[in-house]
């Protein structure tokens, strides 16, 4: 399945080009995928799904520090903008928490997630992703707790499906490199 004829024919969508770059990295093609990304993120440095994506495929190709200088940056361009990109400053630092999560920074990353908890306690986000990373730890007690905030929290229609492919359930900690 190509998007080529859909990106010629609508070049300035960027969905389609995301859409490609999912698929080329789910090909197995992360050189195109990351070259999709980079494309996008020029136009939308702050653009969610992009960011996100090209962070998990710079984490697994090895761009560890890389990855996150990109964020940095990312999260320097949101908070210049002031109140305006808040919700994007806050989106930056979530996939910086899950990218910690992923170079095995696990006690750094839980910090994250409660000071993110902390500062907007309506967010159901780091609610679940301390709950999944508390499960993976076998502290029982503390997952639940954090699963209860995040049902509480969390809208009736949210997919989890979507933030069970972050890094929070690649399981890289536990010895398992595979997506």
Known sequence: MSCNPSIQAQPNVTEWKFLMARLSSDMGDTENA?????????????????????????????EGEKVITQLE?????????GESKAKEARDVRLIMAQIQFLQKNVEEALRSYQELA?????????????????????????AREQFAKYR???????????????PLSRMKLFGSDQN
């Open 34 to 62: 990351r070259k999709v990304f980079e494309e996008i993120l020029e136009s939308n440095p702050l653009w969610f799904e992009a960011l996100f994506e090209n962070a998990l495929l710079m984490d697994w190709c090895g």
């Open 152 to 166: 509480q929290l969390s809208p009736k229609k949210f997919e989890v499906d979507g933030y069970l492919r972050t």
């Open 73 to 81: 940056e990312a999260l320097r361009i949101a908070e210049a903008e």
């Open 118 to 142: 902390k500062e907007d306690p309506n967010d159901f986000r780091p609610y679940f992703c301390q709950g999944m990373i508390y499960s993976l730890l076998d502290r029982n007690v503390e």
